[in-house]
Antibody, heavy 119, light 104 residues
């Protein structure tokens, strides 16, 4: 059974940093691209970042470029999102999602982890 | 940058009725990368349709997708109580703003 479990969310002050993790199981993690997608409270979905299976290709939304860094450790079946210079508008539930077909389509999603940026 | 516009914003229907949701792209897009999701409160999105018309694993056949170019449609043939939710379309790294299907 495919499982994705996010962790690392919490309350952080503006300008602060946070590192999210996504633990994957039930599939060959090293064969799939992965995505981070976020959802601000009461709002819609926003794609944040994608990373290819071997980390050769990495993409970011303009809203996070230069502040967020996506990475993965295939030996640990884990995906990460390092978030720096956090802003109030980064407050959201962050989901990791397995990429389906290389088009940022998520066929499996984690339950999400809440990041709150507030003083 | 592609913009996806979903309509209507809210659809009020009764169980058993047919739901038709629209997703319009600001420019022609590849059907191969057009997906639909269902999201219920407090839950992660669930992939329903990919490639504009292919049902994801385990999705009931009352859900169907169609369209090409700039106009795409998600149809729920007969609404079941568990279908009342928010639906999003996605093309690549862009999501629509969502359509809420609520009980009338």
């Amino acid at each position: 059974e495919v499982q994705l479990v996010e962790s690392g969310g919490g309350l952080v002050k503006p300008g602060g940093s946070l590192r999210l993790s996504c633990a994957a199981s039930g599939f060959t993690f090293s064969s799939y691209s992965m995505n981070w997608v976020r959802q601000a409270p009461g709002k819609g979905l926003e794609w944040v970042s994608s990373i290819s299976s071997s980390s050769s290709y990495i993409y970011y939304a303009d809203s996070v470029k230069g502040r967020f860094t996506i990475s993965r450790d295939n030996a640990k079946n884990s995906l990460y999102l390092q978030m720096n210079s956090l802003r109030a508008e980064d407050t959201a539930v962050y989901y990791c999602a397995r990429d389906f077909g290389g088009a940022a389509i998520g066929d499996y999603w984690g339950q999400g982890t809440l990041v709150t940026v507030s003083s | 940058e592609i913009v996806l516009t979903q309509s209507p914003g809210t659809l009020s229907l009764s169980p058993g009725e047919r739901a038709t949701l629209s997703c319009r792209a600001s420019q022609s897009v590849s059907s191969s990368y057009l997906a639909w999701y269902q999201q219920k409160p407090g839950q992660a999105p669930r992939l329903l349709i990919y490639g504009a018309s292919s049902r994801a694993t385990g999705i009931p056949d009352r859900f169907s997708g169609s369209g090409s170019g700039t106009d795409f449609t998600l149809t729920i043939s007969r609404l079941e109580p568990e279908d009342f939710a928010v639906y999003y379309c996605q093309q690549g790294r862009t999501f629509g703003q969502g359509t809420k299907v609520e009980i009338k």
